[in-house]
């Protein structure tokens, strides 16, 4: 059973706009919350991350909402690029951080 | 750093065959995961490794699957006998505590 979700498969942006990436989780005891990207024919990489004790981090474009109670977080990336076009997965562990459990993904499209 | 690497990057293999799968992880890592990425599951983890030493392979689908760890800079994962549905990319992640950094990938195709 999937303790991380991603309902959205694909996402389509115009350029410049805001792109918002969704994702929720069941595990109430998950406290590390984590979006990796990953381009085609390519490993993911690591984008941002945040901690249970945060509600919000930002990196540049790139900002991590995390809703403890609707067990919900969400990557906001503005202004969005053509670059940006990848598959987003998002991950969550626990403490120890042995475990990550990924979400099946995100595909966004940035459209020029 | 090289990173992750990953052997082969691609496979093709009749059913029935045995498939293995390699891995250097990033020197110093002291952990090594090994994930199957499918469209309906994401990136599902198979089994991880810490100093070496398997500590939980629950993700592993069935015996037909193994994986190995003869030291800190290698990292096997087999198939025997391959199915259709083995069919997925895998990739080998290591890590130094938190975060993973990932290979790129071995895309398995088994016919």
């Known amino acids: 059973d999937q303790q991380v979700k991603q309902n959205s498969p694909s996402l389509s942006v115009q350029e410049g706009r805001i792109s918002i990436l969704n994702c929720d989780y069941t595990?109430?005891?998950?406290?590390?919350f984590l979006w990796y990207k990953k381009y085609p024919a390519e490993g993911p990489t690591f984008l941002i991350s945040?901690?249970?004790?945060?509600d919000k981090n930002e990196d540049g474009r790139f900002t991590v909402f995390l809703n403890k109670s609707a067990k919900h977080l969400s990557l906001h990336i503005v202004p969005s690029q053509p670059g940006d076009s990848a598959v987003y997965f998002c991950?969550?562990?626990?403490?120890?951080?042995?475990?990550?459990?990924f979400g099946t993904g995100t595909s966004l499209t940035v459209i020029p | 750093d090289a990173g992750v690497i990953q052997s082969p990057r691609h496979e093709v293999t009749e059913m029935g065959q045995e498939v293995t799968l390699r891995c250097k992880p990033i020197?110093?890592?002291?952990?090594l995961f090994w994930y199957r990425q499918t469209m309906m599951r994401g990136l599902e983890l198979l089994i991880y490794f810490n100093n070496n030493v398997p500590i939980d392979d629950s993700g592993m689908p069935e015996d037909r699957f193994s994986a190995k760890m003869p030291n800190a800079s290698f990292s096997t994962l087999k198939i025997q006998p391959s199915e259709p549905r083995d069919s997925a990319v895998y990739f080998c992640a290591s890590s130094p505590g938190l975060g993973r950094s990932f290979g790129s990938g071995t895309r398995l195709t088994v016919v």
């Open positions: 945040i901690s249970s004790i945060k």
């Open positions: 991950a969550a562990s626990g403490r120890t951080g042995n475990q990550f459990y």
């Open positions: 595990n109430s005891m998950f406290d590390y």
């Open positions: 020197s110093g890592h002291n952990s």
